[in-house]
């Protein structure tokens, strides 16, 4: 057991070198288990909790609880945040096969970007996995590094959808004046090709992730586009209007978006 | 450890007795940990196809994975399921404190029935926990015995929502046939006051549980109702049309029902 708690830590740290360009940080790993809350959570367990994140029973939520960072920390950089995203890969997959195409090129699959298509792990593990409040500025200077690595499950389920004939659209909630951070970041990464990538205008600033990307998946439908399968990591991808023929949602505990 | 175990098997053989008027079955019960899978199922953790399930990412799956037996098990009749079901309901009464209310006494809470208001985990304890196939026959046979028992947790929101002046709708994939037997063990269960409780009826018969519960739910609203909340274990519950103004998802990984 402890063999596996040394070998853990330091393939974490090997990893989060490996990601990152920047001080090496050196994770301690926990087993995956159930740690009971304290305080105002009524002993609701970290599985719980994250059972009620991923499900969208607990919504509108800032940060990780305090109690929950270790477990929540250990989810992201053990085996189990890679089986969840296995899963759900495998799923949207499976069905991916099962579709009779249109062959007509407007059959697009859509990605969200940040913790679908480019994990930001890296970032996230310097500042507590989510304990801590966002700071849109730090984030924005990890996002112009051009250093986040693909989702691994991610990256296979796009090099697959490719090979049956499915066009690739990406719609993030990245400002246009990341455009150009974000096209580099998604080749360095192993992404190649795409038919549209869809960054959050000015204009639309103050309008919420599930507005937004309603109305951008309105305009691909009504651009004659037929949107087979949608996936993200955060229910706001998902839900709304013009959501999909299908839609895949990704695991993440460290951040809310509404 | 080994008194835990011994604990928790009494416990279990205890709980199934005092809930079913049957043969007492002594459930082996394992911690709750993720268990490889192996066939066809590409490494994917018994964890992993719970997050799938839970999250709508899987669907339309007839029977538990039969590697997931012992697993799917061991959460219902351990803590876990019980910590989930509490983290969903702590959200919801959250919720349905900081609503501001008609007071018109048509401010109504949409229950439904198997797995959300009462439990069938007695009966599915014989029968595998989902692994075999849905024995319609012998589910009317436990229905017709009036013995399951409340989802614990569930009856606390029923309460609490009662007392805050919001009237309950019982909305369950039931046939009308099951009415008398139904009411009866609502009434055993503690569930003493509700305003409707709506069953298929025969003319439905075809019909998803979407289509059926969302037309529904339309009647509702077109009646004057305002649906402010809306609880189930199964996404067919939630999904469709005048779904409510939140929706809380319950966990079950025993059964898919479209």
Known sequence: MMLFFFLAIVLAAKTAQADFDGPVIVNQIYLLRPQYGSGGRNGVTCL?????????????????????????????????????????VKEAY?????????????????????ETTLSNLPFYARYGFGVKPHDAELFNEWVLTESAPALPESLKLYKKLLAL???IVFLTTRNEDKRHATEDNLLIAGYRTWEKIIFKQDSN???????????????????????????????????????????????????YVS
Chains 1, 2 share one sequence.
């Open 94 to 114: 499976r069905y991916a096969k099962s579709l009779i195409l249109a062959d007509d090129g407007k059959d697009v699959w859509i990605f969200d970007i940040d």
């Open 165 to 167: 004939g499915i066009k």
């Open 205 to 255: 600033y103050s309008i919420t992730a599930v507005e937004y990307k309603s109305a951008e998946r309105k305009k691909l439908e009504d651009a004659g586009y037929k949107i087979v399968g949608n996936i993200g990591d955060q229910w706001s991808d998902l839900l709304g209007t013009n959501t999909g023929c299908r839609t895949f949602k990704l695991p993440d505990p460290m951040y």
């Open 48 to 88: 719980s909790w994250r059972f009620g994140v991923e499900t969208n029973n607990i919504i509108d939520w800032e940060t990780v609880p305090e109690e929950c960072a270790l477990y929540v920390g250990n989810y992201m950089l053990g085996q189990q945040y890679r089986q969840d995203s296995k899963a759900v």
